[in-house]
């Protein structure tokens, strides 16, 4: 299993059947291409490009079952020929896409479709769906890994994320913008990621006392146990730990670390890496959880908090502070025409597109271009590769731990004026002239 | 399908599964009783009960797998033993819940789970992920019915939703909420919510002319058309859209609307509606999608917008002002002891509750009280009713539709004051005298 799985093409806004209905009445199977991008959004720099292997997956074997036909028939909203078209439809078209762990800027396509009409048409709503959540949790996590600034940290989402899906998707995600691990255990088991957890106030409170519940959790976990010590008091949570600590050394065992999830971080835990250290405990680890976020990590490691790993949840698992990104899915040209519409605020760039990336002596990212795809952009690379042929996959997909190391390259070589969480710098992106003359003429 | 598919109990925090090796290693299996609520949140004045079908669907047919079990023994992290009992284990307990639809406010329990500690902890994660996401949603399409003050509004978000399951889950929640339908095909085959759908930009752009394109619309859907007039230029659109509107009353058949996607709303929908009316179409609606939420929908109907219908998309679909509710789960008894969390500003009530709501003569809602189950208040109606015993569902469930109803209901008797989005009124909330006499002793 790639993903959670897809729930059939139904997962579809109406109005893309109503639309495809209308193009089969009409005889409009001329090859469309669709351009997927996000649209300036003020809390984002930059973006990180996730979900590509969802996608891949699914339109490989996209397809209506009898019993979908059916139940559309009745509707009694399409006529039986149109219903005979779908149920024959199979995606066969050709996917550029960006791979996952690019980095990538506002109205820089991240994906490209070209397919007959229809195909292209009703693919939409899984596709935003798909691509704008991953997308969505690589970037913010890519915030959260810069703001920890080399220290660890785990997904602890799951509990909150938007439901399943997204749950699944947090975990991948957060994975590729290099947190160490998850909570998530089916994530673990599904994409190999490391899973690490600890114990629930709960777990604390079913004993008759703290140091009962530590002692417990001590001896099934002789080597990975991290206590949660913050259930009735933190400091005296932290002595009842050094004093477990303590016991399991004389056993040969070694205390993991504690964790905070409470109170001014900061001050604790600086309070409780004494008590650790005096107890002779300097090798146990502070975790900390606590509503964590870019923001409020950042502040963490500025104020010299004695936190070694930080368990990331809620806020990183919905992106709290910008929960959606606007990312679109326009159609730029059909049959032999370039196309574009032109409402108010909401321009989108005609024709099939590559972006170009420069890259400065030291190895940084030195602005991009978008342009057509035949252009040429002296000493650039080009970010759009073909990832479907004729509805096949090409080659094969990255593993996830090479996409997490592809991000990691190309994370460094982002300069940091344009990660700076106010008011960042905007990262160059230009229009290259062919593409801009192309506009004039539709 | 009542909801997607659950991947199985995998689908879970790792400590759930550590601490519940504690336990078992303890031979801890007294019954314990979890509480599931939602802390106070600064946006949020009531919260809407929803996803509790999901839940019990889940809770009667969970267990772990051969497959899952092998998994878990690989990791090297469990014993035998305890993956032995994980195998056999089933959900046996009792759950107390508030219906789909009632309306609940900070610290009172939504449902409470008793059962022996294992499973009563195990389902935590999925638990507060499920119930959580439907609650939220729910809350805001509730703020969102509440601003459109009548009209008619429809769930657009299934491309902006956070994933597959949350596309899902937005679709039945604003349908409790009161959203007349949803653009998400699955859900109104799922659940028999109403879909509805326009066309979109591409739709249009990719015929020659927008006429063409509204021409072809109307051919296909002559009672159920809507032209989207936004592609070019609005203005021109609606006279577009009128010229095609008549040609279609010549044939008999009935131009049902336009709709509007960009622009300064208020104005655009006074001259559309005067176009519209001088070509003799004041039959034809105008419906509007643009970002639209409870706070922009409150400013277009005080602003004068003639918007027969909104499509609510994003801004709802993903709770955007406050994407997560803080929902937990506590541990309030155990055994024959009442058990509570002290942590700082993080304060549990222990024991096993009941939620009491009083109405006044009018028939509106006059103040909650939290209490023991064995409490009485004069004249107060409980909430929380037996909706699974001994891991069997009591009764039937409620049908979407009189969920639904049961909401309205509600709602209505819920006073203006406390469903104001700014300053809104607190709802009073009391703590029993013996509830409050209980914390004293744990």
Redesign the interface.
């Known amino acids: 299993m790639s993903s ?5 093409p ?10 495809a ?3 089969f ?2 005889h ?1 199977d001329a090859p ?1 291409t ?1 351009s997927l991008f996000v649209r300036p959004n003020p809390r984002r720099g930059y973006f990180v490009a996730a979900g590509l292997q969802a996608v891949v997956d699914v339109l490989t074997r996209f397809h209506f079952s009898d019993e ?1 036909i059916d ?1 559309l028939a009745r ?1 009694g ?1 399409f ?1 039986r020929e149109f219903l005979g078209h779908l149920s024959t439809l199979r995606f066969t078209g050709d996917v550029m896409a960006m791979a996952e762990g690019e980095i990538f800027f506002p109205d820089e396509p991240v994906l490209e479709v070209t397919a007959p ?1 229809i195909q292209a ?1 009703i693919i ?2 899984y596709l ?3 691509m ?2 991953a997308c ?1 949790l690589a970037t913010k996590a890519a915030r959260c890994v810069h703001a920890a600034a080399g220290r660890s940290i785990v997904d ?1 989402s ?12 947090a975990a991948r995600s957060s994975y590729i913008a290099g947190f160490a691990g998850t ?4 994530a ?2 599904t994409w190999d990621i490391p ?9 604390v ?2 004993f008759e006392s703290e140091t009962h ?1 530590f002692e ?2 001590a ?3 002789p080597d ?1 146990a991290v206590f949660l010590i ?3 008091d933190t400091l005296q949570g932290a002595r009842n730990a050094a004093a477990v600590g303590n016991r399991m050394k004389q056993k040969g065992d070694t205390l993991l670390g504690v964790r905070l ?3 001014d971080m900061i001050t604790l835990s600086r309070q409780v890496r004494r008590i650790l250290d005096e107890a002779g405990l300097s090798h146990a680890k502070i975790f900390a959880s606590s509503g964590f976020d870019e923001y409020t990590l950042e502040r963490m490691i500025a104020g010299g908090a004695r936190i070694d790993a930080f368990g990331v949840g ?2 990183m698992g ?3 502070d910008a ?2 990104l606007d ?1 679109v899915y ?2 730029v040209r ?1 049959g032999d025409r370039n ?8 321009m989108t760039l005609a024709g099939e597109k590559q972006v170009f990336r420069k890259t400065a002596v030291n190895g940084h990212f030195d602005g991009d271009v978008i342009g057509l795809r035949g252009d040429s952009v002296d000493g650039a690379v080009t970010l759009l590769a073909p990832v479907m042929e004729k509805g096949r996959p090409v080659g094969t997909m990255p593993t996830l731990k090479e996409i997490r190391a592809c991000f990691a390259d190309n994370f460094k070589r982002l300069e940091y004026d344009y990660k700076r969480f106010e008011d960042a710098k905007p990262y160059p992106v230009q229009v290259s002239e062919r593409l801009a003359e192309l506009q004039e003429g539709c």
Chains 1, 2 share one sequence.
């Open positions: 959670p799985e897809f729930p059939g139904l997962f579809i806004d109406l109005y893309e059947l109503t639309m209905a209308g193009y009445d009409r409009m469309a669709f979908e139940w509707t909203r006529s009409l048409q939409e709503t935003i769906n798909t704008g959540l969505l602890f799951l509990r909150r994320t938007q439901g399943i899906h997204a749950g699944m998707v909570s998530n255990v089916l673990g088991k899973i690490s957890g600890t114990m629930a106030h709960s777990f409170t079913a519940a417990a959790y001896t099934l976990f990975s913050d259930t009735y999830d409470s109170g809620t806020r919905v992106s709290a929960p959606y990312m326009k159609m059909l196309v574009r519409k032109v409402s108010e605020g909401k």
